[in-house]
Structure formats: C-alpha cells, structure tokens
DNA sequence: CACTGTCTTGTTGGATCCAATATTAGCGCA
DNA sequence: TGCGCTAATATTGGATCCAACAAGACAGTG
C-alpha cells in the first residue's frame, strides 16, 4: 500500500520513527539530530539512522551541513506559500481527475470523512488530522493517479504536519472554514462540475497553507526575540 | 544556485555520478547496481556509496530490494504517463505565473534558447537536450517559485533522460513538433495571456509525456521478446 | 579588559569487519 | 532425465573503528 515492498525495513522503519517524532513535534523544529543519540534511543547502530537521515535531507525535512550534522529545517513562510501554492495545483488536478471517476459510494466515503471534522463533533485529540488527512486520501484514491498522489505526499513531508494540526485546533473559526470547505469540494464533486470542483480545492489549500504560513511568522517572531 | 550549500560533497558527488551515468544511458535501465563495483569505479569506498543509493532510491529512479541490491528502475509506460500528467499541470503554472513576471529580456533570452533548438539547425550531439531544459529552466526562473521549480526538477529526476533526448533526435517530425510548440509558448507569453500560455505549455509536456511513454512501450516489446 | 591563538572535546564522515540472506550450482534420488 | 534438497558463493546490511573537522574553552598578550 505504501508505495512497493523496496528498501530495507530498518532504514526504512528508521527513517519513518525520526520523521513521525518530527511531526508530532516531539523534536521540535530546528533542533540537532544527533546520531549517536537517535541510534540509542531507537536502540539501532549509527548506521541505518544516517541512511535514514540522508532519506528525510532528501526529502527536505532537514538540512544537513557537513561536520556539523542534521537539524530539523526551519520553513520561511514565503517558501510555506510557494509550497502550498504547488500543492494548491496538485489538489485541484486531483479534483478534476475525480469528478468523472467518482461513484456514489465514494461521495458517501467523502461525507463520512467530514463528518467527523464537523465542528460541533467530540472527537479524542489527534484525530483530526487522521481524519483531515483521510479526506484528502480519499480523493487522491478516487482520482487515480498515482504519481499525483505520491507528489502530493512528498510535498507534505517537506514540513512538521504537527503545527497543521494545531492549527485547526487552536482556531474554531477555522475548524468551521476547514469544514466548510470540503463540504462545497463534495457538493462540487456530486455536480459533476469539474471546473468548481478544481477551484474550491485550490481555494482550500491556498487557505490551510495561508494558516500554516502565519503560524510560522508568529513562531518566528515569538522565537527569534530572547 | 543548486538549493543550498547543504550535506556531504563526498555522498552528494556520488549521487551525481550515479544518477549522470544512468541519465546519460551509461548504465542502462535495469541494470544492477552492485555497491562495490560503483565503490571502486568512482574510487571511493561503499560508504557513500550506500548513502548515495538511497537518495537515488528516494527520488524513485533506483529500487532497492532487501538482500538483492539495486536496479535502475524500468519505468512502466502508464507510469511515464501519470508522471507527465502531474508535470503538464504544473509546467502549466509555472506558464501562468510566468506572464505577468516576464520582462523583455525574458522574451528575448527564451527565442534565442528555442533558435537553438531550432530543426534545420546545425548543433553538436546532445545540445539539443541542453537547449531543451535550459528554455523550461528559463521560464522555471522568470516563474519565480524555487519550490515549484524544484518540484519539477524532482519529477524529470524520475526517469532516465537520455531517453527523451533520443526521442526528440530520433524523429525529425518530433523535432520540428517541439520547436512549434516553443514557438507558441512564446507567443502566448508575449500576448500576456496566461490561459493560452498555460494550456500550450500542458499540451506541449503531454506531447513529450506521450512521445516517451511510446518509446518505453516499444523497448518493452523489444527487449522482453528474448 | 579585550582580543587572538591554541588546545580540547564532541560529532560527523569514511573504511573495514562480520553477520544475514538470496541465488545458484551441484548432487542425490525417484 | 527431471525434480528437490543442500551447500557454496556472492552481495547486501549492520556494527565498529579511526580520521577529519568544527565549536567552544582557556590562557596568554597587547
């Protein structure tokens, strides 16, 4: 499902432990990745964790420099934008894929998605984002590009997702604009109208990357002062 | 100019070498990649190596396999095609973009880049492919967004590229296709009118998409005969 | 008191060693 | 003769060792 069954389980399996500490900010942003000590902590040698680490530089989650070592990257809100400006892109061609490929079943997947987003629903921390994420999962399924999909991942792993979801949960107005916003991509998707389907995707990614990019200038701002 | 001054000279010059050598044809796609054979041919030791493969491995254009090491990807034609649906969408952004940005200069740098590229000309072997990514890389830079440019960077990184140069120089027909299509580009950017500029742009990446998809159906057919 | 040069220390990078595993050749048996 | 099992071999994966390098502490000097 991931991808194909290649690579090692351990680098692998490495890389994926580092990455998920990212982004549930257990290692906050702009902390040093030192490999002795994630090679004790994940109870593996140095090893596969500099594979890993040489995976997630790749990746653009963190920035290696040579005799210093990792540190998780530091987004500008301005490359936040760029990002999501691609993705916006990306999002709307997923859309537009979807609208001649969607069934009735699938909507029916979609509405239960947002179902558990809706603002008003009691829901165990985290599971917002699990359930933001689905959504979107979901119509990279239906839109049946795989490539499409696996771009769009990418991007997504080039920033903490932690902040993203703290994002939505800090603000209730935008909870409601997240919900909102998916609500007109289904109704756009059941119309058949591919054009509206594109253009409210891309409303809603330019929006969440707008949240997220402002989250990053009070960060900075707040962090940079003492 | 690259991205930053970040990692390793050793393991990053590897990679390079690497992905060059399979780029270039040098090492043809489905060869195996053995650790201690490339360790001694770039006279370095496995080490890097090792690393090396695994940023191949990451932008897609290796597969590694448990126990078995390394092979140069085949590249399914519906892959190819996915792939250049994701990177007509967004040369077509970067078309967009690009209008409202472009100044004179850029005009005039972006004809005299197709001029090269022009069929009846006389050119060395192998320009063509320079030429050819130095006009998208021109208009990658006047479009403004280093993330969208690396995005597609990334996605051309995918596959082995001397393909598509011997498809562009195999068929006079493709060539002269190519130029026209640069041509109206051009013009569309000229003319200020980003939804022209955006869909020539997307027809033009399709068309290339196509071209090698077939070449890689045809190689298929060939090679798996025997 | 400030500045500079050196030395110490900690961390990464590269090489090598050993273990794990997949492939293949060879052998025996039906 | 063909099939299956076993053993040898080749190749990768993980661990460890040593060297290279950068940052910081400290002392000495202007």
New interface residues.
């Given amino acids: 499902m991931d991808d194909?069954?290649?690579?090692?389980?351990l680098?692998d399996a490495t890389a994926a432990a580092i990455r998920a500490r990212i982004m549930s900010g257990d290692i906050p942003i702009g902390a040093q990745l030192r490999q002795a000590e994630l090679a004790k902590t994940l109870g593996v040698s140095r090893t596969p964790v500099?594979?890993a680490l040489?995976?997630l530089?790749?990746?653009g989650l963190i920035?290696?420099?040579?005799h210093r070592g990792a540190v998780v990257r530091v987004p500008a809100p301005w490359?936040v934008r760029?990002?999501y400006?691609?993705r916006a892109?990306?999002e709307g061609?997923v859309c537009e894929r979807a609208v001649p490929r969607i069934t009735r079943d699938g909507l029916d997947d979609l509405r239960k998605a947002n179902e558990a987003l809706r603002p008003g629903a009691i829901r165990p921390d985290g599971s917002s984002t699990v359930a933001n994420d689905s959504f979107h999962t979901l119509i990279h399924g239906i839109a049946g590009?795989?490539?499409?999909a696996r771009?769009i991942k990418?991007?997504n792993e080039a920033f903490p997702r932690n902040v993203s979801a703290l994002v939505l949960q800090d603000n209730p107005r935008h909870r409601e604009d997240n919900f909102a916003e998916h609500e007109r991509i289904i109704t756009a998707l059941a119309a058949d109208d591919a054009e509206t389907a594109r253009r409210e995707m891309q409303a809603h990614v330019i929006s969440a990357g707008e949240q997220l990019a402002r989250w990053y200038e009070r960060r900075s701002a707040t962090v940079f002062r003492g």
Avoid at 145 to 148: D, P
Wanted: charged share 40%; no cysteine.
């Fill in positions: 194909a069954p290649r690579s090692d389980a680098v500099r594979e040489r995976q530089q790749t990746g920035e290696v420099v040579p490359d760029e990002t400006e691609v892109e990306l061609l590009n795989e490539r499409l771009v990418e991007i």
